[in-house]
């Protein structure tokens, strides 16, 4: 299936990558060094720069912390994604939100994709994506609500949770009028769930592919990535890039990331070993 975000459409051999930016003074990777407005332009322009092909702009933690009211929301995101607009006009805009007023205020000076990381928790965000026509990421998160982490959670088996949850949000979003080909899927690494649960996703994610939806997947630095390597979260850009490497092979399609170059290139490499990109340069042996 063709994935039409925009005014773009992307084939299905074509791997993205959505570059995180967050409008956050308590980002757990990046501890607020981009909710200054210049520094979090600077970051589109750098990220853009380093290949991106969605930006993903967030205005509120995922993980708990003081509440960030609707209004506060608006504040942190709208402005700047119109900005982002202006001075990019050829990327695809994406707003990590669960919330439908900011959803509605986004749409109308620019966005392109509506990131609803917590799983429908706000069912009307589906409509306003319906209402602007532009596209929707569905995510599993075992009915978690926003800002929380997972507590003792457990699955008869995540995988047939994953993959029923994922196929009903669809059709969901589907039904509600959102563009068909501009629906994503994502299994929601470490949301609602322990490590062993996202490392099962990782290894099963052709599983999640196999619905039909081109699937998104979250994998930066998270903590599944730590606990698996036992690494602080600066510590794990290679963990990162190993999942990355699988769910690409696997046949995931876009790359939610904090270091954009790096997983530019792990992609790239990726797509030329399957033979769906020609090598940047061919001279060895042929000289």
């Given at each position: ?110 966005a392109d994709l509506l990131n609803d990381a ?97 699937v998104l997947v979250s994998l930066s630095n ?66």
């Amino acid at each position: 299936m063709a994935l039409r975000l925009g005014g773009h459409s992307f084939g299905d051999e074509r791997l993205l990558v959505m570059a995180i930016v967050n409008r956050t003074p308590d980002s757990f990777f990046d501890r607020g060094a981009t909710f200054d407005d210049a520094a979090a332009l600077a970051a589109v322009d750098m990220a853009v720069a380093d290949g991106a092909d969605i930006v993903d702009v967030g205005g509120v933690k995922a993980g708990p912390g003081p509440e960030v009211s609707l209004a506060e929301e608006l504040d942190r995101t709208v402005a700047f994604v119109g900005a982002v607009r202006q001075r990019h006009p050829d990327v695809v805009i994406s707003v990590d939100t669960w919330r439908h007023e900011v959803g509605d205020a986004v749409c109308l000076v620019g966005a392109d994709l509506l990131n609803d990381a917590w799983g429908g928790w706000d069912p009307e965000l589906a409509h306003v994506a319906a209402a602007h026509g532009v596209g929707l990421v569905c995510t599993h998160t075992g009915g978690a609500a926003p800002r929380t982490r997972p507590h003792r959670v457990a699955y008869d088996d995540v995988l047939s949770a994953v993959t029923d949850f994922l196929a009903g949000e669809a059709a969901r979003a589907r039904d509600a009028g959102v563009p068909a080909d501009s629906i994503l899927v994502d299994p929601g690494h470490d949301f609602g769930k322990n490590t062993r649960h996202s490392l099962a996703l990782i290894r099963d994610v052709d599983s999640v592919v196999a619905l039909g939806w081109p699937v998104l997947v979250s994998l930066s630095n998270k903590d599944f990535v730590g606990e698996t390597l036992d690494r602080p979260v600066g510590e794990r850009l290679t963990g990162t890039l190993a999942a990355t490497s699988v769910t690409a092979w696997l046949g995931a399609r876009v790359f939610r990331a904090h270091q954009v170059a790096a997983t530019r290139q792990t992609l790239d490499m990726v797509a030329s070993i399957r033979g769906s990109r020609a090598p940047a340069v061919s001279r060895r042996g042929l000289t």
